[in-house]
């Protein structure tokens, strides 16, 4: 009697297991091998990728997997809530290098600054996880390789270039561990995001794609960046508020930590595009190598700019060519008025039925413990002496050495009207109609070819 009570229990014990447990677990991993997804770098697998996806969310949530050793060529898919999308070591998820399918912009009525691959609109609890990789198979979208960038295709209001991964209105997000790579146009696109991590990524752009930026925080809040690797032609992280999406509201309480960059652009970045107000920003414990740029505060439209802390910072910036915006300005602090211009998108650069546009304040931004290597000093300016405040230079040591035969002696205000560039000598801080400037416990050092000049304002 006892031996049968106990093989009963047993077997009762193993029925609730399976049904609570193994087999419920088992149900929510959705491979997308099993929904027909060839993965042999040739066929579109959109179609059965989208099953997968779909057929997950319908179920409530779950994991979308990518299995080790496949290439999965896709063109857009269209992603959802509750979903962890998982991809082994040795995947790889491939844009397809068809232009025509990309129709769906990144920008809403805005057709002009490129299309969406990976998507997702209004919704929450979505991750991104694994050893594998996301390529944007970004060359196959440009035009010939130059000597300092890839050619553009010639467009008029319509780019096909895919950003990589575009989440609009999402809460809860987390990417984690993956690698990002070659991406055609931006590459990571947070559009009013609520509680964001990043977290261990390798974002790797080729360095000659021109808008090829890392990781960009547009209306978004509560935003973790650490421990991540960043290349890319533009910008490698850039806080902004595009007009475009105006309806989400601020860019606030960002924290970006333990993160190695490059960039041919600017490889921190607040701007330029920024029509409401961005606030409570921490970047620490930062290195910034071979950039054209390296810490930016580029405001170029109506919002603001305040309470911003750089620290714990090392740069080392060069000169690039005037492809890319910067004049190897290891710290940058703006506001000019956007330009105005025959740009392929320029009727969404001011305020609706405006044909010129103004800029906001930039106030309380400090900088310490930060040591600069470069061909150019720190460059503070306003349209205005009061535009820009209450700026704050602790422990910001600057090492001026020329390594390139690029000329010097020029400052990069661009994009804005009139001249684009400040011209005169080499100078470690050149502080150009701002007010409440403070320099403190800073150490300039130059090579027998600079000026040897320490500050001009």
Known sequence: ???????????????????????????????????????????????????????????????????????????????????????????????????????LSAFCENRGEGMMWLYAKDVKNISFTGMGTIDGNGVAFMGAELHDSYELKPVTDFDPRPHVLTLINAEKVIIRDISIRNSAYWTVHLVGCNDVTIDGISLLNNLKIRNGDGI??????????????????????????????????????????????????????????????????????????????GIGIQNRDEGTVTDVIFSNMIVDCRFFSDVWWGKSEPIYVTSYPRARGNHKDAGWRFPKGATEGRCGNVSDIRFHNIRCTSENGAFVGGDTPDKVSRITFSEVDIDLRRVTDYPGAIYDKRPCDGEGYVRGKEYAFYIDRASDVTIRNCDVNTDCSMSGYKFRN
């Open 1 to 103: 009697m006892k031996k049968t009570t106990s093989l009963l229990l047993n077997l009762l014990f193993l029925f609730l297991l399976i049904s609570c447990g193994g087999s419920r677990t088992d149900s929510r991993v959705y491979n997308v091998r099993d929904y027909g997804a060839a993965g042999d770098g040739k066929t579109d697998d959109a179609a059965a990728i989208q099953r997968a996806i779909d057929e997950c969310a319908a179920a409530g949530g779950g994991q979308v997997l990518f299995p080790r050793g496949y290439t999965f060529l896709s063109g857009p898919l269209s992603l959802a809530s509750n979903i962890e999308y998982h991809f082994e070591t040795e995947s790889r998820l491939l844009a397809n290098p068809l232009e025509s399918i990309y129709t």
């Open 216 to 293: 960009d925080i547009d209306h978004s809040r509560n935003v973790r960046i650490s421990n991540c690797y960043i290349e890319s032609g533009d910008d490698c992280i850039c806080l902004k508020n595009r007009r475009e999406f105006e309806e989400y509201g601020v860019c606030e309480d960002v924290v970006v930590t333990n993160c190695i960059m490059t960039s041919r652009s600017c490889a921190v970045k607040i701007g330029s595009e920024n029509v409401d107000s961005i606030r409570r920003v921490v970047f620490d414990n930062c290195v910034i190598r071979n950039s054209n740029r």
